[in-house]
């Protein structure tokens, strides 16, 4: 698979990696002999990157995680967690006794001494202007706690604010082909920093996968069925924030779009490797057989301009009304 350099990490990575949110909660249920399965298939694919987060199941995506790379003690992957979101969302709570304290727990979950990167998860929009903040994460890093920090955000302005701190190693965001705003001021930004991209939701929630339709339905302790609203979190986490018809409608235009031999789910994971500034997409999967098809979407050609004006056309006629001026 070909290898990116994730910012200012300075590591390389697989462009295809693995998100571990589906191995802990809000996705159904996956047991953990099947998350383990999954973990070594995405490994064996090539992918070099995992992407999780102390409240995936209070802890149960990172112990999995923690458990895989202990049965490969030669593994060579990259595993970027993130903290904050196990307490309430108040600017107050980002100082460095709980940095420290969260951090501890991450890597005993892990069963690591140093992180390799730890990602503030989507926290209040005044921590990203914080000195203090980022002066704590700095602490972290000369204690050996942790080897980088990144940012997941929501906003493109929060994006911008995270890029211009000279610490920030990567900067995670929600991109794909319902959610192109990051391409026009993000990318450019963060390849002009030396930061890296972290491309996340590249599915949007699974729509992109071209299998769903409108007799679809989600089991109840999964985030696209109690969080169509916004009710448990960010509205733009589920669905890319697109509303599920405009959603399907835009998909059923895409579809033309993928080659023979591919899926729908390829196409989309490719036009984000495509995009310039982007270090690694974490499409998420919850067996072997989704892990091995999402790191083949590294195999595909890049698209044509043909294809990326397409997909700029039904992001303008459908999706733009919705999502540009939010996110």
């Known amino acids: 698979m070909e290898q990116r350099v994730l910012g200012r990490t300075g590591r ?44 995936y199941g209070d802890g149960v995506s990172e112990r999995l995680v923690g458990r895989f ?15 904050g979101r196990r307490m309430a969302q108040e600017p107050g709570n980002y100082t460095l006794a709980n940095f420290r304290s969260w951090t501890d727990r991450s890597r005993a979950n892990l069963g690591v001494d140093v992180l390799d990167l730890v990602q503030l998860h ?38 911008l ?41 590249p599915l949007a929630s699974g729509l992109l996968s071209g299998k769903y339709d409108e007799n679809t339905t989600f089991a109840t302790n999964d985030h ?25 409608a835009a998909v059923r235009r895409l579809a033309p779009l993928v080659p023979d031999g591919a899926t729908m789910a390829q196409v989309a994971l490719r036009w984000i490797v495509d995009q310039p500034g982007v270090s690694v997409v974490i499409p998420g999967a919850r067996n072997p057989e989704q892990a091995r098809s999402n790191a083949a979407a590294a ?15 039904v992001y303008d006629e459908l999706v733009a009304p919705q999502v540009a001026g939010r996110w």
């Open 122 to 159: 989507c926290p209040p929009t005044a921590v990203y202007s914080s000195d203090e903040v980022f002066d704590a994460l700095d602490t972290l890093v000369a204690e050996q706690r942790i080897a980088a920090y990144g940012v997941s955000v929501e906003t493109r302005a929060e994006a």
């Open 224 to 248: 696209r069925t109690f969080n169509r609203g916004g009710e448990a979190f960010d509205i733009g986490e589920t669905f890319s924030g697109v509303d599920f018809a405009t959603g399907l």
């Open 299 to 313: 195999d595909l050609a890049p698209l044509t301009a043909q294809a990326l004006r397409a997909v700029r056309e």
């Open 69 to 83: 790379l202990r049965s490969r003690p030669d593994h060579g992957i990259t595993v970027a967690t993130k903290m």
């Open 161 to 201: 604010t995270a890029i211009a701190r000279p610490g920030v190693a990567s900067v995670q965001i929600i991109l794909n082909m319902l959610r192109l705003g990051p391409l026009e001021e993000v990318l450019p930004a963060a390849r002009e920093a030396g930061v890296g991209v972290i491309a996340r939701v």
């Open 12 to 55: 390389r990575v697989g462009v295809v990696g693995l998100g571990a949110w589906q191995l802990g909660a809000d996705w159904g249920e996956v047991s953990e002999q099947e998350a383990l399965a999954t973990l070594s298939a995405a490994a064996d694919a090539g992918m070099t990157f995992v992407d999780t987060a102390d409240v």
